[in-house]
């Protein structure tokens, strides 16, 4: 006979505490952004439910490959990498949203252990999903430089974070009057890289075994 599990929802459909997979996938399927996990005791579940998402990631134990595989049946999507990596708190995280592609552009940095917000640009018109990532990316660093700190930041965006690495946004945006403001910020952005170094890492956040980075603007 299978261990009884109980099943954390965080964010989703109805949040809580369940006590079976059947009621726990209606409240997180298709649901974007979902955030949930099983636990082999009412205890533990209650007290991960009380502490928050993001309280309960800082002091849950780092979990094997091995074992991530046996809870599989929490997540459609499998772990994306980091070894059981914990999450660098201290730190901040950037994020982009665009309405169509292209469409309105905006992106956003704040300081992951809180979602404070830093700084929060645009939006301007046809734009992508993918400059707005790198721009958010080149402008946290500037950022952290002009505050002289050495904090890390993450991206979920792998292109972005390639981009930043050439100094080069490889977009395939027809530039256009509408877009010209975001043209001039991309020119801007790559100057910069061309110009400083920074100390700052660079780090990749792992949505997959994380959920949604701290900086998401939560309307996907």
Not at 12 to 40: H, M, R
Not at 93 to 100: I, L, W, Y
Not at 165 to 193: C, G, M, Q, S, Y
Not at 209 to 215: C, D, L, M, N, V
Request: positive net charge.
């Amino acid at each position: 006979m299978a261990k009884k599990k109980f099943y954390v929802v965080w964010n989703g459909v109805n949040p809580g505490i369940y006590e079976n997979w059947t009621d726990c996938k209606l409240q997180v399927e298709g649901y974007e952004g979902a955030k949930y996990k099983s636990f082999e005791s009412r205890e533990a579940a209650v007290n991960a439910y009380e502490a928050g998402y993001f309280e309960y990631l800082k002091t849950a134990p780092p979990t094997s490959p091995k074992e991530r595989l046996k809870s599989a049946d929490i997540s459609s999507i499998p772990p994306s990498g980091g070894g059981g990596a914990s999450i660098v708190w201290n730190s901040i995280s950037v994020d982009a949203a665009c309405s169509g592609n292209p469409g309105d552009m905006e992106y956003r940095g704040v300081y992951t252990a809180n979602k404070q917000e830093l700084f929060r640009i645009g939006p301007y018109k046809k734009g992508t999903n993918n400059v707005g990532e790198f721009l958010a990316l080149v402008h946290g660093l500037a950022l952290l430089q002009q505050k002289k700190s050495d904090l890390p930041v993450y991206s979920d965006s792998m292109n972005a974070i390639k981009w930043v690495k050439n100094k080069k946004a490889k977009t395939l945006l027809e530039r256009v009057p509408a877009n010209e403001p975001i043209f001039d910020l991309i020119e801007r952005a790559e100057k910069w890289l061309k110009t400083h170094t920074y100390k700052n890492k660079i780090l990749k956040w792992n949505t997959a075994e994380w959920g949604e980075i701290p900086a998401d603007f939560g309307r996907k």
